[in-house]
């Protein structure tokens, strides 16, 4: 996994300190398209493949009931917890 230290996040959201989403435009390391996910102990990195190549993600927010969203070049994606494939995909032509 790459080294936080040297990620750039370009979004950070969470519901308490032990569920922590934040997302990279890979502008600096090879993070495009990845989606971290802390629980208090670990952070993993999820690469989102599915749809399209997400080069970069922008932002990253989600809802009590447990769905995240991330906006990206490519569009809006919904996942359930982000360790997931994509649930829903609404491609950026949609916002045109």
């Not at 993993?44 to 009931?65: C, V």
Request: charge should be negative; glycine fraction near 8%.
């Amino acid at each position: 996994m790459t080294s936080v230290t040297s990620t750039d996040f370009s979004g950070i959201w969470g519901t308490s300190n032990t569920n922590v989403f934040a997302v990279s435009t890979g502008t600096i390391t090879s993070t495009a398209g990845t989606i971290f996910h802390y629980n208090g102990n670990y952070l993993t990195a999820t690469t989102i493949t599915s749809y399209n190549t997400f080069s970069s993600i922008y932002d990253i927010w989600g809802s009590p009931e447990g769905d995240v969203f991330a906006a990206s070049d490519q569009g809006i994606l919904r996942c359930a917890n982000c360790q997931q494939p994509v649930q829903e995909y609404l491609p950026a032509t949609f916002f045109s």
